[in-house]
């Protein structure tokens, strides 16, 4: 079975700079989270799908981050401008069971200079 | 207070110790919980879930006490491949099931 998919792996950009992550979850998996995770600490949820509604979206900066899981599958994740604190490692994951565990993808490590 | 609350370490023991990490979480409601290991520049990966009645898989036990609102994990007979970041991780239903992560706590297991 194929595992959460997500790209870049990798992204360098300037300050004030915009950039997209991209997530395919499992499938058939009908929860999307994004999750940023500094250096150090845990992953932090930053927004939660429920097939393409949002469910928690609490602790989403959103004077420059936004998402989206239009046919609730895909998932972008936006940062428009990027911020230096913006640094991190982007993690996405789907849930599709009674539990709720997650699986993760790989992630995006993005180094914003 | 945080939501799930670990020892952030980090841990250092010799090969082949017991080690045990303990996490607590301030939601009595939450449901189900798990222990995550995330190894350096790598995604997390679940390594175990965790039940009422406690559960063993190999070296690693879990053991979940509802009343005091803690869960733990117990690695018997460390290995070198046992050093890794653990997450204790808490699943609660408020409509919508909501994952929450503690910190981490890092194992360093030494030769």
């Known amino acids: 079975e194929a595992g959460v998919a997500q790209s870049p792996r990798y992204k360098i950009i300037e300050k004030r700079q915009s950039v997209a992550f991209w997530c395919n979850p499992i499938?058939?998996?009908?929860?999307l989270y994004w999750y940023q995770q500094i250096l150090g600490q845990g992953p932090k949820l930053l927004i939660q799908?429920?097939?393409?509604?949002?469910?928690?979206d609490s602790q989403l900066p959103k004077d420059r981050f936004s998402a989206e899981r239009l046919k609730g599958v895909d998932s972008t994740l936006k940062i428009q401008p990027a911020k230096l604190e913006d640094s991190a490692v982007y993690l996405c994951a789907s849930s599709g069971t009674v539990r709720g565990e997650a699986f993760f993808g790989q992630g995006t490590r993005l180094t914003v200079v | 207070r945080k939501e799930v609350e670990q020892d952030p370490g980090p841990f250092n023991v010799p090969e082949g110790a017991t080690v045990a990490f303990n996490c607590t979480y301030s939601?009595?409601?939450?449901?189900?919980f798990f222990w995550y290991r995330q190894d350096c520049r790598k995604e997390p990966k679940l390594l175990m879930s965790v039940y009422s009645s406690g559960n063993e898989d190999g070296r690693f036990t879990a053991q979940l006490n509802r009343a005091s609102q803690y869960i733990s994990l117990l690695i018997r007979d460390s290995k070198l491949s046992d050093s890794a970041t653990y997450l204790c991780v808490v699943c609660q239903v408020q409509g919508a099931q909501k994952l929450v992560f503690g910190q981490g706590t890092r194992l360093t297991i030494n030769p």
């Open positions: 939601n009595s409601a939450s449901q189900s």
């Open positions: 799908f429920q097939n393409n509604g949002v469910v928690d």
């Open positions: 499938s058939g998996h009908a929860t």
